[in-house]
T-cell receptor
């Protein structure tokens, strides 16, 4: 597996502001992912971030709202822009590790965001 | 569209009372089915990957099984430390690494 850390672990923000979440992994990985977990809902993929290329966004998520950086093989950031209360959620990064017979995603501890 | 439905939403067991959690899925070609455990305030912790119908995997008191339409997570003689939310996810064939998750089953094991 991998050791994944996220900063901040939680934050309370005002409407209209932006927050950047950092994800750091202890080994080099090609694929990193950002998910959202809203209360009572399932984890939903926001985007896939590969080093050296533009992030790929899922339907319903746009780059202007959730810009992502992937400057190297161990680090990524997700920014939640122009926040509204509907953005209150847990944001999780994950990395994919390739084994002998499996590609498995391992998750960070999450960032709990509350927007007032 | 790929979908995952987990049942029940919540389950309360007495310590030692075995039971099963269900994960029904529809996917355009299954690449893998994943089980995770999530404790409050933490990220999901990987448990198992299943690839084909008939496959089974075990870890301590947990055993996961897979059919063409559903997966079961069997919990044998659970302990209070097994209390958590169990998440099921599918990954479809076709190149995307995307995981599609169910909403989870919240398991509480009382001493």
């Amino acid at each position: 597996s991998a050791v994944i850390s996220q900063k901040p672990s939680r934050d309370i923000c005002q409407r209209g502001t932006s927050l950047t979440i950092q994800c750091q992994v202890d080994s080099q990985v090609t694929m990193m992912f950002w998910y959202r977990q809203q209360p009572g809902q399932s984890l939903t993929l926001i985007a896939t971030a590969n080093q050296g290329s533009e992030a790929t966004y899922e339907s319903g998520f746009v780059i202007d709202k959730f810009p992502i950086s992937r400057p190297n093989l161990t680090f990524s950031t997700l920014t939640v822009s122009n926040m509204s209360p509907e953005d209150s959620s847990i944001y999780l990064c994950s990395v994919e590790l390739t084994g002998r017979s499996t590609d498995t995603q391992y998750f960070g501890p999450g960032t709990r965001l509350t927007v007032l | 569209e790929d979908q995952v439905t987990q049942s029940p939403e919540a389950l309360r067991l007495q310590e030692g009372e075995s039971s099963s959690l269900n994960c029904s899925y529809t996917v355009s070609g299954l690449r893998g089915l994943f089980w995770y455990r999530q404790d409050p305030g933490k990220g999901p912790e990987f448990l198992f990957t299943l690839y084909s119908a008939g496959e089974e995997k075990e870890k301590e008191r947990l055993k996961a099984t897979l059919t063409k339409k559903e997966s079961f997570l069997h919990i044998t003689a659970p302990k209070p430390e097994d209390s958590a939310t169990y998440l099921c996810a599918v990954q479809a064939q076709g190149g995307s690494e995307k995981l599609v998750f169910g909403k989870g089953t919240k398991l509480t094991v009382n001493p």
